[in-house]
């Protein structure tokens, strides 16, 4: 998954050459059944005979960062732990099918927190159908926690990055800038889905199954992160118009603001995409171009990338490693 | 795998309790693909249709407790990481077949020593056929890492510990105490050992291959402790004489000492075992019996479980959570 690491890292010096190193270097044997390793969502794994491939993501989870001890209650936490997983695999069009749970366990957190911790998780993992078949506990001083969601795809059929052509439309879901309002106001709906976001799983399939998305992801970042990202990995340009923002948030939340797990995806011309898929609107906001991969330009100006950085946001953030 | 939990916290009032619970709440559905979900070294996965089945393990490198940054080299820590995952695929029979890691970065893991992480961590990968595929990374307080491994072996023939028979010899391969010796005394081959172990991959396809072992486990955590979660999977209890132990190690670091990372299997009477694999000898210590599940009897007096806690010996401690 491209998370390793331009999701945590974009935007600091050093880094994106780093991760490309470190891609190049990782390189994977043929004939290993490997069809996909990092630089997206999820890496996607073909089993010998397998009618299925299987998606692996993992996701870091960690105090002061991703929750914060004194807003975010043991439950949420766990269930954000696993949304964000969920969210990976959504966004490939696959059906979860299981997770592990490693758990550093700082100084503060007891038998109650942690016993809560898993309420959440497992809440979720019941909804989603992804349970929960290992994990490992340690101790640290912050509380961190990696979540492993294992989905599947029909065989070759995973919705990638990487398959946008010049024409398709672009797409999102939902209304966007909520977690980052939810996080500013710490009140209301919008408080409450930033956190317990609801990963698009249904959606995700829809998109692969009935409209044959060429590309897709999850909007973990930001859109104007996110859609450079997806942009880059299909070698093209976006030209897009303002998103539909969520109410009471602001263009700018919308824009860049991360972790409202919505999908950004792409439609090839032609394909009817329908205005709302169980309630959630999907909404046309601009189309890919050829040209200098990468940028997107916003109603005819250059779109910067000021989407979510987890590191640079962090109450504990760590300086480059670059 | 039972490291979710009583691995990390083996010992601690109310852990077992906790665990049990949580595997108890974890319930897998029927027709899910999940063969063996919490509760031994990795968990089993069937995908639709295929020939083999997948192994998954996730095991936390924490610094401080897994690791010191003063004694381990970045490359060290990195080897290290994969080589802990790589032992419970070992422990099963597996075939390694790719690698996902998580970093939470300390402020002191500069560019340089997370470069030579992956030295070390890509190194063992090349040598173990598994390629990193993909990972996240964020910022924490210490350095840790979450490394998951999957794996494979043909459908239906991992060794498990619940597989021990009333009769069945018990063996463990190599010299045990090398790890805990090389961690007191700092230098020499049993330091190098301790640094960089070396996950027992061939012997394990070989016991399951050759020697049809009916059950296996890697020794992570001592073989007081390990010895015993064998026989009480198994329902059965042990008697057994003193292992062999690494030269200049005491029988107390043979008996209890943690990550020697060898393998204790069990096999039917009347199956030879070569008194070596590879170089490495492979010593009968005793045999299974009907009796009391988990109890081990050493020379014929009860062996007290003084196996390796993570949590109790790390630097940093943390109080128990029961």
């Known amino acids: 998954m491209v998370k390793h690491t331009p999701r945590a890292r974009a935007g600091h010096n050093g880094e994106p050459e780093f991760?490309?190193?470190l891609r190049r270097r990782a390189l994977v044997p043929r004939g290993s059944g490997i069809v996909l390793g990092i630089g997206d969502d999820c890496a996607i794994v073909r089993p010998r005979g397998a009618r299925e491939d299987l998606l692996f993501t993992t996701d870091l989870l960690i105090e002061g960062t991703h929750f914060l001890r004194d807003t975010h209650r043991a439950g949420d936490a766990g269930w954000k732990a696993l949304a964000r997983g969920l969210s990976d695999i959504a966004a490939m069009g696959g059906e979860p099918r299981f997770c592990l749970v490693?758990?550093?366990l700082a100084e503060w957190t007891g038998a109650r927190w942690v016993e809560r911790f898993y309420d959440g998780l497992l809440e979720l993992a019941g909804i989603a159908g992804a349970p929960l078949?290992?994990?490992d506990v340690g101790g640290g001083d912050r509380m961190a926690c990696d979540i492993v969601v294992g989905g599947a795809v029909p065989r070759g059929s995973a919705l990638r990055r990487d398959g946008a052509r010049a024409g398709?439309?672009?797409y999102v879901s939902g209304r966007l800038g909520v977690s980052a309002l939810g996080l500013a106001s710490r009140r209301g709906a919008a408080w409450r889905r930033h956190k317990r976001p609801e990963p698009r799983l249904a959606l995700g399939r829809f998109l692969r199954r009935r409209l044959c998305a060429t590309a897709a992801m999850d909007l973990s970042d930001g859109l104007s992160l996110d859609l450079y990202r997806?942009?880059?990995?299909?070698g093209?340009?976006?030209e897009i118009d303002a998103p539909p923002v969520y109410p009471g948030a602001t263009l700018e939340q919308a824009l860049h603001g991360g972790e409202d797990y919505e999908l950004l995806f792409t439609v090839r011309e032609g394909i009817r995409v329908p205005e709302r898929f169980q309630g959630i609107p999907l909404t046309r906001i601009g189309r890919m171009?050829?040209?200098e991969p990468g940028r997107v330009d916003l109603s005819g100006a250059p779109l910067h990338?000021?989407?979510w950085d987890h590191l640079r946001s962090a109450a504990g953030a760590r300086r480059s490693q670059g």
């Open 19 to 21: 991760v490309e190193t």
């Open 102 to 104: 490693s758990l550093a």
């Open 133 to 135: 078949i290992g994990g």
């Open 168 to 170: 398709d439309g672009i």
């Open 230 to 234: 997806l942009c880059a990995a299909s």
């Open 236 to 238: 093209l340009r976006a």
């Open 289 to 291: 171009r050829r040209g």
């Open 305 to 307: 990338r000021g989407g």
